[in-house]
């Protein structure tokens, strides 16, 4: 869909990173709805080896809503700790959920060592 990318263009924009790391999406065509949230980091070394984490940000929202037609429905869930904005772009129906943690069933593609370098994680030897 071209609202999607139109929308992840302006997202690079909203986001501001307070921790190495980037965001995972998945998008669910029946519904037009867009999922995002933090990838998950595995670190290695030191006291947290092993562990998942997931970086920080601060998402701009008045970046975002500019990217639709007309001004969207806004939510923030707190039981969820989510925010979700629907509405139209480029006159498609659009739906974007924000996560503030990790899909559940996401793992770590990525390690980060204890003095913040990100690095892709090696495939498991056969």
């Known amino acids: 869909m071209k609202w999607v990318d139109t ?3 302006r997202l690079d924009e909203a986001v501001e990173w307070h921790s190495p790391g980037q965001l995972s ?8 709805w867009l999922l995002i949230a933090p990838a998950p980091l595995e670190m290695v ?10 970086p920080f940000f601060t998402l701009h929202v008045s970046h975002l809503i500019e990217v639709f037609d007309e001004v969207p429905e806004m939510m923030w869930n707190t039981m969820q ?17 924000i996560s503030r943690e990790p899909f559940d069933d996401d793992e770590p593609e ?4 204890p003095l913040g370098g990100i690095r892709k994680k090696k495939p498991p030897k056969r």
């Open 110 to 113: 990525d390690i980060v060592d």
């Open 7 to 9: 929308f992840l263009d």
């Open 81 to 97: 700790n989510e925010f979700s904005v629907e509405g139209e772009i480029d006159g498609d129906e659009a739906w974007v959920t």
């Open 25 to 32: 999406c998945r998008y669910i065509p029946d519904e037009d």
């Open 45 to 54: 070394g030191g006291a947290a080896d092993g562990e998942s984490i997931y």
